[in-house]
């Protein structure tokens, strides 16, 4: 914790990424971390051991001078050790949890702090994932979900709230902002002050977000006064598509509690995945910061496309718009994940990514590559036909995740996928089909 508080006075996060946490001489010299690719962890005595297993099981509380033993991979890891330190830095969070996928980071929380008979409020869209465990999951467990949509007010969820019936045995709210995949934004002080206002002295309602859109550079929850933030730290924290990963990030009374049911659970990450993690965290700030000056300029070109029905993007909010004051107060940048609507409909959606030459046709997110993809029928195929339509999920709208690459060559692809496209009044060729991909 000393050492911690030191390197926050002169260290900025994306600094502290190439060495917080760890220290050469805990393994003989080597610069990085090593992979502690081991199930278990040998006590120095057995008083030890049992001593080490009080802590893990939350039969006692640390020590002033006493630090947790590694007990057994599923407990903890030093990799995964060193990368939940690092990672409470972007959001100056007091704890973290990792997990072994985005998913098993939301459904362990909300598992652990919702009971039979509880109320979750939620903001939609959601990821389809989410969703799913949200409207089909959790009423299994007896857990009422009910949602509000972006642009409500405190009174719009007041009546929702009262209509649930249930207002009293409201335990969370949950959000995602902005929302996968309209980019809708959430007000969080709104939420923040919603909570309060229906917690009781026996019972303080919790306010969780998800961040992946934005987080861990561009959006910082906690400062607004959310309970819980959490990551698909698949997309922008691992940023290269090849690891499966979550993250849940608050105070530490909280993530013990997270921590715990996460070793029961058996979701948390393994020592190879937190190794990765804590490779990419050393560029995330690099890469984000050029996703999102691609993404811009890509947003900004679409805009202006005739064949281009509309463009959902934080970036390209207007004065006018409600939620522009929103993006002014939660988010330090638009990000890098642009949505838009073709003109026509699911024949048009397909065709424009089935033309896609350099940008590969996947789900997924925020890696160093450019990914397109078909919500409607992808990621929220699950999600109800008549939910979907309520949100503004059409079959016309196509997600793009912006990567790394020049942006002119990510403009030149879309173009050339774009001149495929027939749209009644539109021709089906342009320059770009002549040109080629620039070196």
Known sequence: ??????????????????????????????????????????????????????????????????????????????????????????????????????????????????????LVLFSEPLYGGTDHVLRHFLPKMGVTAVSFMPGHTTEDIRR??????????????????????????????MCVKLAREFSRPDRHVLTAMDNTFLGPVFSHPLQFGIDLVLYSATKYIGGHSDVIAGACLGSTALISRVRKLRSFLGTMAGAHTGWLLMRSLETLKPRMTLQNENAQKIAAWLSGHPKVAKVYYPGLLKESDPQYRIFKEQCLAPGAMISFDVFGGEREAFRLLNSLKMIKLAVSLGSTESLAEHPYSMTHCGVDDAVKKEIGITDKMIRLSVGIEAAEDIIWDL?????????????????????????
């Open 160 to 189: 929702i709230l009262r209509k649930s019936g249930k207002e009293k045995e409201l335990a969370m709210i949950y959000i995602e902002s902005p929302a996968n995949p309209t980019n809708d934004l959430i007000d969080i002080g």
């Open 415 to 439: 173009e050339q996928a774009l001149a495929r496209v027939e749209t009644p009044g539109s021709t089906t060729i342009s320059r770009a089909e002549t040109e080629p991909l620039t070196a």
């Open 1 to 118: 914790m000393k050492e911690r508080r030191e390197y926050y006075k002169n260290l900025k996060p994306e600094s502290l990424m190439m060495s917080f946490g760890y220290k050469p001489e805990w393994s003989e010299g080597s610069v990085k971390s090593p992979i502690f690719q081991t199930s278990t962890f040998a006590f120095t005595s057995a008083e030890e051991g049992k001593a080490h297993f009080e802590l893990a099981y939350g039969k006692r509380e640390l020590g002033p001078s006493e630090e947790p033993g590694l007990v057994y991979t599923r407990i903890n890891n030093p990799d995964l050790e060193i990368l939940e330190d690092r990672l409470c830095l972007w959001d100056g969070a007091e704890a973290c949890a990792v997990f072994a996928s985005g998913m098993a980071a939301i459904a362990t929380t909300l598992m652990e702090f919702l009971e039979p008979g509880d």
